[in-house]
């Protein structure tokens, strides 16, 4: 009979625990390769797998928040992004989740998500009235553009099916499709700079025309809740802005299935608030990841207990 010496059994169990922490794989759902979620998320995965032992990070292109939040409901390990609304919607089993209530919890506040209501000079839209019987992109299927933009039109009392010539494309797909003049306006929610929208300003020959939208953010919020602001777009964000761009804001957060254990959630929470500054050499929006802005009433969905722990270990008081 073989016995095992205690330095075996050490090592062992030493290879068992790397084998194990190993194991630990994250995929991070994010959206279109031509917004902000693909490559924030790009350096999210990045900084988990250099900086957790053990964790191996991924960022998955997906078809925006509505997909995420779907990929999360699957169980399987999931972090993602989504528009506070479409995870309300998630969390309380309404709208495209109608019947499927998805189990969240909060991770962290993330960014601020501006709605983009982009056409160029010759289409004749200076107005949300001027999108009627025009060729419009409402958003990918599967994103939270599409919900936000429906709920936009509909506050402009327009009818989404009726009114116009609709369209489901992604930013990027968007922007060739309004170059190509396929469509003549487009939504699109993100941040900024969103990097489709700068280069369809920066299109030789091509002046940018942001449709101002501010003033539907009452009727959005009386109908679904107070998640939208009224907000701008400086005329300095994207090439030919003649004036800033009154819109509507809703916040970006990141989000896990509730049943995430404490210890994992916590190590995404702390290391992307400790390698901050990485993220921000990824994209400028991670500026915007701050502890002041954890807050109970900046998202529906209440926060794991992984990220309290490490927002309680920061001071942050969250009532």
């Known amino acids: 009979m073989k016995f095992i010496t205690p330095a075996l059994g050490a090592l062992l169990a030493g290879l068992a625990l790397s084998l194990g922490a190993a194991a630990q794989n994250i995929s991070i759902a994010t959206g279109g ?40 409901a699957s169980g399987k390990p999931y972090i993602g992004f989504t528009m506070t609304d479409a995870g309300q919607d998630a969390y309380r089993g309404e709208d495209k989740f109608k019947g499927a ?26 107005k ?10 409402t958003g990918s299927p599967g994103s939270a553009t599409e919900v936000m933009a429906f709920r936009l039109i509909e506050a402009a009392g327009l009818d989404k099916d009726r009114d116009m010539k609709r369209e489901r494309l992604g930013v990027a797909e968007s922007v060739n499709a309004i170059k190509d003049s396929k469509i003549d306006a487009f939504f699109w929610v993100g941040g900024l700079p969103t990097a489709g929208v700068t280069d369809l300003a920066n299109t030789p020959g091509t002046k940018l025309k942001m449709v101002d939208h501010a003033e539907m953010v009452a009727a959005m919020n009386k109908k679904y809740g107070n998640l939208y602001v009224e907000d701008v777009i400086t005329k300095d964000v994207y090439r030919g802005m003649d004036s800033d761009n009154k819109q509507a804001t809703v916040m970006n957060i990141l989000v896990a299935h509730e049943s995430m254990d404490e210890k994992t959630a ?27 802005n954890q807050k109970t009433n900046a998202t529906p969905i209440p926060f794991h207990p992984g990220a309290l722990k490490y927002f309680a270990e920061k001071g942050v008081k969250l009532n």
């Open 33 to 72: 390769t031509g917004g902000v979620y693909y490559p924030m998320g790009g350096g999210m995965a990045a900084v988990l797998s250099k900086h957790v032992p053990g964790m191996q990070a991924t960022a998955e292109v997906t078809g925006g928040s509505v997909d995420n939040l779907k990929l999360i």
């Open 101 to 126: 209530k998805v189990p969240l919890k909060t991770l962290m506040v993330l960014y601020p998500n501006r709605m983009h209501v982009v056409s160029v000079e010759g289409r004749g839209i200076a």
């Open 128 to 137: 949300m009235a001027d999108l009627k019987g025009k060729r419009v992109s």
């Open 266 to 292: 916590y190590n995404i929470v702390k290391t992307f608030f400790d390698k901050r500054d990485d993220l921000i050499a990824v994209h400028k929006e991670a500026i915007n990841f701050k502890l002041e």
